[in-house]
């Protein structure tokens, strides 16, 4: 297992990286929406040979339904990648991975709310940890002026859309390789930021140094980190890797901090503590109770696990 565990730790600190590279792509002339073509672009040809090595029927699983993946992937893919990506112009990288990462509570306020669901009471306390950890990042800088409203309504739909993205997910990835899922996903998102850069125009990168942060990107947070993903889930299963998947969090706070110079304070960093506890403490909750009908272990592998901007 530690193979699995140790590709897990690998790829979500990879995805914690982009961020910064996508900072340096927007001072460089290059929007989100651009970047997120170049980023998807560039990483489907290098998925497309993975795939292809490994002798995956692109055809056969578009067929068998996986083309619903690449609708999702389109549509609310899309929007929460942008609303992550747009949100980091204007706000702390740190505090816009803080807000998206309080998706869990989204998620079972959702069950309560919409689906009548009922949820246990540990749950209940997490959610409050999570959303009382977001209000203590968001909360001063508020009162203080130095969260940007923009970012901030660019950040705050995130995590309910990938609250809905991963609901619908849940159920579609069971039924293929997690390779595939992911590829399809990409397309989708591919798809609809081609689509926008033909509408409101492509940035291409003027410079070699561009070209390369794009190439880095698409190798690392993109189809490396998928590789590995498809890699660890399945032996780890969704819940540990969710909780392995806090390194990314953990990484973005640590380059806003220590490469960006972003502010650290006692309350952002108390917050983060308690989005990280209601996080973990939700996944190992959700290991530990019983389940009366389980699912095939390939079934419940096949969950996604979370991922911001992806």
């Known amino acids: 297992m530690w193979k699995a565990a140790l590709a897990a730790v690998c790829g979500s600190a990879l995805v914690g990286t982009m961020p910064m590279f996508a900072l340096r792509l927007y001072a460089g002339g290059i929007g989100a929406t651009s970047m997120l073509f170049w980023r998807y672009g560039i990483a489907l040809i290098l998925m497309g040979g993975v795939a292809s090595a490994m002798g995956l029927d692109l055809r056969r699983e578009w067929r068998a339904g996986a083309w619903r993946i690449a609708l999702i992937g389109a549509s609310l893919g899309a929007a929460q990648t942008l609303c992550?990506?747009?949100?980091?112009?204007?706000?702390?990288?740190?505090?816009?991975v803080l807000l998206f990462y309080t998706y869990p509570a989204v998620t079972l306020l959702i069950d309560r709310l919409v689906f009548k669901r009922p949820v246990p009471?540990?749950?209940?306390?997490?959610?409050?940890?999570?959303?009382?950890?977001?209000?203590?990042?968001?909360?001063?800088?508020?009162?203080?002026?130095?969260?940007?409203?923009?970012?901030?309504?660019?950040?705050?739909?995130?995590?309910?859309?990938?609250?809905?993205?991963?609901?619908?997910?849940?159920?579609?990835?069971?039924?293929?390789?997690?390779?595939?899922?992911?590829?399809?996903?990409?397309?989708?998102?591919?798809?609809?930021?081609?689509?926008?850069?033909?509408?409101?125009?492509?940035?291409?990168?003027?410079?070699?140094?561009?070209w390369l942060l794009l190439l880095a990107i698409a190798i690392g947070p993109s189809a490396m980190t998928t590789t590995l993903f498809s890699y660890a889930v399945p032996r780890l299963g969704?819940?540990?890797?969710?909780?392995?998947?806090?390194?990314?969090?953990?990484?973005?706070?640590?380059?806003?901090?220590?490469?960006?110079?972003?502010?650290?304070?006692?309350?952002?960093?108390?917050?983060a503590a308690l989005v990280v506890a209601g996080i973990v403490t939700h996944a190992l909750s959700r290991q530990r109770a019983p389940h009366p009908n389980p699912l095939p272990a390939r079934w419940e592998r096949g969950q996604p696990a979370p991922v911001a901007g992806g």
């Open 84 to 96: 992550f990506w747009e949100s980091i112009k204007t706000l702390e990288t740190s505090v816009a």
């Open 238 to 271: 969704a819940s540990s890797y969710a909780i392995v998947a806090n390194v990314e969090l953990v990484t973005v706070v640590a380059i806003g901090m220590l490469v960006l110079g972003e502010s650290v304070t006692a309350g952002r960093l108390a917050g």
């Open 121 to 210: 009471p540990i749950a209940l306390a997490c959610v409050a940890a999570i959303l009382l950890g977001a209000g203590l990042i968001t909360a001063p800088g508020l009162r203080s002026g130095t969260i940007d409203l923009r970012g901030l309504a660019w950040a705050v739909p995130s995590p309910l859309i990938y609250s809905l993205y991963l609901a619908l997910n849940a159920r579609l990835l069971r039924r293929h390789p997690p390779l595939i899922g992911a590829g399809f996903l990409y397309i989708g998102m591919g798809a609809t930021f081609a689509v926008a850069a033909g509408i409101i125009g492509l940035d291409v990168p003027a410079t070699p140094a561009s």
